[in-house]
């Protein structure tokens, strides 16, 4: 190995060691005997695993944030991947403008929009349902499936479309073979952030909570506000261990070395 | 695309933009509208100004701003810096590795906001694990350094949450970089180094600016990690979150929301500029 | 307020024809009662010592929502038509702000019978629409393998903390109850008014060098048990939950000058199901109070209730807890928040 790649390597490794140490420490809370989380554990149980199947709320509330996170993910991909395609090719002023439009959620603290976005729906009529619930998760999801296919399709150039159509390839045709797997890094990248995003939200979820339509982050909250028990390290836990089987379903549907960015 | 594109064909590629901007525009801005009403509304139910004028000639409120900007762009910076040669690696080094690579990156985005904190907290605090191994295991201090509630922690606590977004953004663009390109001016003579910085780097422009451009609009919004992990500093979203949380005066909160959004639209801009001015 | 801000709105045609596409928005329903709770044990004791009585005596069926009073009320404030919530629980601030602005019903013995045995004053509290269901108090919770002769007055709290005896853990501005149970509890104890906070600043000042600061509850045990600091300002309920879970290291004082009562209200939103009267009825009556006690180590507030052996050693009485002077504070609060933010930092 060449010295670069050395020093390469030696920085990577010491930047996943920064990023795993404190889900290190949550990831072995949970396997505690001791009723409370405290570090070092006194001695290894699987007690606080058992503990989120018994309790309802927990597994109720997975499953809004799963419905929800999907649902605001693929309404972000239907708005998002045509505005983006339009967008990355535009070389005006305006285009400009109104990407900074479509990025602006990003800035804006969540716990506004929740807020704004609770009192607007409401006056529409919309009220407090998961409806309400999956428009707001999209506006904040959007964003992000804009940005990342408009930065990989302007870094493709137009030469391959262009190829395609010259040789007689319908629009759609062209889109499909050819724009479509080119920009498959971008739409998988916004996807994950947009699903992680949704999934992990909790000012926005807050606003729209009730016994219905509670996400997961929001019954965390409001269970260890009373009861800060290790149940809490071991749904972390849970949460790694379902990504995991996430990515080796991808793997085996599309091979490693194709989804760098879990395509 | 080309200009002898005919009118209706344009219009038809504006059709393309016309949902997500509808949606947007119904509901993102009309309930940030909404909100923000409440700011330029007096007491007996007149328009005014006033919430604007005195927050925005107060100094003690400018340097709530000018902090909020300088974190941001302070852990926009690390990130970047940070993200790059790791996105490298993944997408160039990591091979059958790179599955793990990403679940290591996302493994934080996964773990309750809570929890991150608390690993954070057994980690750095007083009699925590990092002194106990400073002080007892390799003795190089002799009293336990204060970690918790300094600015550092928690701009690594930031830097944590954010920088898989700048990884990822980075890679999935250094993805499609034409290596063809590389060799060809290896080949001509230059060096790695030289065609790294006059090759690989123009061509990957957007996926540094798509990180970055994440990174400091999520940072510069954020809240969550410094309520809970201190560090001294004092930012519009923290002061939002304590209008919304403690005081309870939303004509405050909207007024900031309307100035920090104004903020985060320029400094957006600004880089979208930059950005296109650089990849294109 | 809604409806004029609205009018800068206009009524967009994209937004009138939105009104159609109603999204099944959650409200109460005839034979249903949507009622709140905070979460973990504080759901279970609801469920079990409120729900289930509540449910046996009408046949209707009860969902509780979990979550937090400032979510419910803007909730509430957002759809006062058709309130999404039955009964409320809130925090004591966040009932007087709740009835002030004519959002919630007055609570009579008519309806709620056992609303004869709640002291009056608790009622009054909460302008008379609502009233308090059980009640904490703010003292001084230390380690004791650290602190082996803990503070037993604000005053020494502060002495000691300032000498560099102890590092003290105390509840930051982000955290919403701060302004009652830690600015005016010290304040007050210290000798100040609400109209003169300097005594808490000055104190605050003294300690600085020695303090960290908790946002939430969790973040106070998680900075005794990693050694972070030594004792800090917490409440006593928590303090033996956390006894209860086996953490043998933890204690709590009520300091002599009297911590400051932190109470749980609980509120009837306007146009909400009638039902909700049977379920407050039950959620005030002394045998489901008793019960609701023991599960959650906090006092409550029907004066028939008698604890047992163990909560009354436990249950700070209502005589040594000081009734903090909820108007006073709303007037003032914004400010010391303010000053806080100026002085001390967020």
């Known amino acids: ?263 | 695309m080309s200009d002898s594109v005919p009118m209706n064909a344009k219009l038809r590629q504006a059709m393309l933009l016309a949902p997500a901007l509808i949606f947007l525009a119904v509901f993102f801005v009309m309930p940030l509208f909404d909100n923000s009403m409440r700011s330029f509304m007096s007491e007996d139910g007149g328009f005014t100004l006033s919430r604007y004028t005195s927050f925005l000639t107060d100094r003690f409120y400018l340097g709530v701003i000018v902090e909020t900007v300088v974190l941001a762009a302070a852990v926009t910076v690390i990130s970047v810096v940070i993200a790059y040669p790791v996105a490298y690696v993944l997408v160039r080094k990591a091979g059958r590795l790179s599955g793990v690579f990403i679940f290591l990156l996302i493994a934080p985005l996964l773990t309750s906001i809570i929890m991150r904190t608390f690993g954070w907290q057994v980690l750095f605090a007083r009699r925590g694990l990092v002194n106990q191994w400073l002080v007892t295991d390799l003795g190089i201090l002799d009293v336990p350094l204060r970690w918790l509630n300094t600015p550092g922690l928690a701009i690594a606590a930031l830097v944590h949450v954010l920088v898989p977004f700048a990884v990822l953004s980075i890679a999935s663009v250094l993805q499609g970089v034409d290596r063809r390109l590389e060799e060809g001016a290896l080949m001509l003579g230059a060096s790695k180094l030289r065609t790294f910085f006059e090759v690989t780097l123009p061509l990957t422009m957007d996926g540094i600016g798509t990180g970055a451009i994440l990174v400091f609009m999520i940072a510069n919004g954020s809240f969550v990690t410094l309520v809970l992990l201190g560090g001294g500093f004092q930012t519009l979203p923290l002061l939002i979150y304590q209008q919304f949380n403690t005081t309870r005066d939303f004509a405050l909160a909207s007024t900031m929301s309307t100035i920090l959004l104004a903020i985060a639209l320029v400094c957006l801009w600004l880089q979208l500029r930059l950005v296109r001015r650089q990849g294109a | 307020m809604n409806m004029k801000r609205r009018t800068f709105l206009g009524t967009g045609a994209v937004a009138t024809g939105l009104l159609g596409l109603n999204g099944l928005p959650l409200h109460a329903q005839d034979r249903t009662l949507n009622v709140t709770a905070y979460g973990g044990v504080w759901e279970q004791a609801v469920r079990d010592c409120f729900v289930a009585p509540f449910e046996a005596k009408t046949g209707a069926t009860a969902t509780v929502s979990l979550g937090g009073p400032p979510q419910w009320l803007a909730q509430v404030e957002a759809n006062p038509e058709k309130p999404p919530l039955d009964v409320l629980i809130m925090s004591p601030d966040l009932a007087v702000i709740a009835a002030e602005g004519g959002l919630m019903d007055d609570f009579t013995v008519d309806k709620i019978p056992n609303l004869a045995n709640i002291p009056q004053e608790f009622t009054d509290a909460c302008l008379g629409k609502g009233t308090y269901l059980n009640y904490g108090v703010g003292g001084i919770t230390y380690n004791k393998q650290v602190v082996a002769e803990p503070p037993k007055s604000f005053a020494a709290f502060v002495d000691r903390v300032a000498s560099g005896e102890f590092v003290a853990s105390v509840p930051s501005i982000s955290y919403a109850v701060t302004p009652v149970f830690f600015i005016w509890a010290l304040n007050d104890a210290l000798g100040g008014t609400p109209d003169n906070v300097d005594p808490f600043f000055e104190a605050m000042a003294k300690m600085k060098d020695n303090l960290v600061f908790w946002a939430g509850p969790n973040d106070f045990f998680n900075h005794l048990a990693s050694g972070e600091a030594d004792l800090g300002i917490y409440f006593d309920g928590r303090t033996w939950n956390h006894v209860d879970e086996g953490v043998d290291w933890i204690d709590f004082v009520n300091p002599e000058e009297g911590g400051a009562m932190t109470a749980v209200a609980i509120q009837k939103p306007k146009n909400a199901s009638d039902l909700a009267w049977e379920y407050l009825n039950e959620a005030l009556a002394p045998e489901n109070q008793s019960k609701f006690a023991e599960i959650l180590n906090y006092g409550v507030t029907n004066s028939e209730v008698v604890y047992s052996d163990k909560l009354a050693s436990r249950v700070t009485p209502l005589s040594k807890a000081n009734l903090p002077p909820y108007a006073d504070i709303a007037r003032l609060r914004n400010e010391w928040v303010d000053r806080w933010n100026r002085e001390i930092g967020m």
């Open chain 1, 1 to 263: 190995m060449k010295l670069s790649d050395v020093i390469l390597w030696i920085f990577t490794i010491a930047f996943f060691i920064f990023m795993i140490l404190p889900i290190a420490v949550v990831v072995v809370i949970s396997f505690t005997s001791a009723g409370y989380a405290a570090f070092p554990i006194p001695g290894w149980s699987m007690q606080w695993f058992a503990r989120i199947f018994e309790y309802q709320p927990f597994i109720d509330s997975l499953w809004v944030s799963l419905k929800l996170a999907v649902v605001a993910t693929v309404a972000s991909c239907l708005l998002g991947i045509p505005a983006a395609l339009y967008l990355s090719r535009s070389r005006s002023g305006w285009a400009t403008a109104i990407t900074t439009f479509l990025l602006s959620p990003l800035s804006m603290p969540m716990i506004v929009i929740g807020f704004a976005s609770l009192f607007f729906l409401s006056w529409l009529g919309f009220g407090i349902s998961f409806l309400a619930l999956t428009i707001v998760h999209t506006v904040i999801c959007l964003p992000y499936v804009i940005r990342t296919v408009t930065a990989v399709y302007r870094s493709m150039s137009p030469a391959y479309e262009e190829a395609a159509m010259i040789l007689g390839a319908s629009r759609f045709t062209t889109f499909r073979e050819v724009t479509l797997p080119l920009i498959r890094p971008g739409i998988a990248a916004g996807c994950l952030f947009s699903f992680l995003t949704s999934f992990d939200n909790l000012p926005v979820s807050y606003f729209f909570g009730s016994a219905q339509t509670n996400t997961l982050p929001v019954v965390m909250l409001a269970y260890m506000e009373h009861q800060f028990d290790p149940s809490i390290a071991a749904l972390s836990t849970l949460q790694l261990l379902l990504a995991v089987v996430a990515l080796l379903i991808a793997d085996r549907l599309y091979g490693i070395e194709k989804m760098t960015i879990a395509t």
